[in-house]
T-cell receptor
Framework: AQTVTQSQPEMSVQEAETVTLSCTYD???????LFWYKQPPSRQMILVIR??????QNATENRFSVNFQKAAKSFSLKISDSQLGDAAMYFC????????????FGGGTRLMVKP | KAGVTQTPRYLIKTRGQQVTLSCSPI?????VSWYQQTPGQGLQFLFE???????NKGNFPGRFSGRQFSNSRSEMNVSTLELGDSALYLC????????????FGQGTRLTVV
């Protein structure tokens, strides 16, 4: 079974600074997808960024980027120029290819942004 | 376009009762998945329906069941409610392929007393 681990229950960053959230996963599959989701107080999960395992290039979406290390099974999220609106729970998630829409989530990291 | 709609948003039930939650996916989406979110267990996958058929199932007891209608709307039913079923239940819809993005609803907060 696949597992996803987020070792940082809480992180804090100063506004405009950069923060990195960690995620490791365990799988015997070679073809899969990795995601970072944001869950603000409204509770609605919002996709932040997605990475296909077969792609060596790290995904980037504006201020959000990932460091994907397939061999190490590591998938960290870097948030640059942090904004107050970035404060939320962040979940790392794994989806095996050809597994439909079945996501395995990590335990989450609560990100606080200080003004 | 309209997002994923879950109803009701809040629900209080008594232990032993049953409950039905509803999820209306984004138009055109054929996959609907359900997740349970609790402080202790985190986010756990319940099941996924695609074109009215259950495609994936998580590790939950048989008290948890679901179905999907021809218009892709989905319902989740929990029978014989237990206090431990108190949770936020999230629904996500997608086009169906494993590469496609899952869009989540705002969830139904179920409290069992």
């Amino acid at each position: 079974a696949q597992t996803v681990t987020q070792s940082q229950p809480e992180m804090s960053v100063q506004e405009a600074e950069t923060v990195t959230l960690s995620c490791t996963y365990d799988t015997s599959e070679s073809d899969y997808y990795l995601f970072w989701y944001k869950q603000p107080p409204s509770r609605q999960m919002i996709l932040v960024i997605r990475q296909e395992a077969y792609k060596q290039q790290n995904a980037t979406e504006n201020r959000f980027s990932v460091n994907f290390q397939k061999a190490a099974k590591s998938f960290s999220l870097k948030i640059s120029d942090s904004q107050l609106g970035d404060a939320a729970m962040y979940f790392c998630a794994y989806r095996r290819n050809n597994a439909g829409n079945m996501l395995t989530f990590g335990g989450g990291t609560r990100l606080m942004v200080k003004p | 376009k309209a997002g994923v709609t879950q109803t009701p948003r809040y629900l209080i039930k008594t232990r032993g009762q049953q409950v039905t939650l509803s999820c209306s996916p984004i138009s055109g989406h054929r996959s609907v998945s359900w997740y349970q979110q609790t402080p202790g267990q985190g986010l756990q996958f319940l099941f996924e329906y695609f074109s009215e058929t259950q495609r994936n199932k998580g590790n939950f007891p048989g008290r948890f069941s679901g179905r999907q209608f021809s218009n892709s709307r989905s319902e989740m039913n929990v029978s014989t409610l237990e206090l431990g079923d108190s949770a936020l239940y999230l629904c996500a819809s997608s086009l169906g392929g494993s590469w496609t993005e899952a869009f989540f609803g705002q969830g139904t907060r179920l409290t069992v007393v």
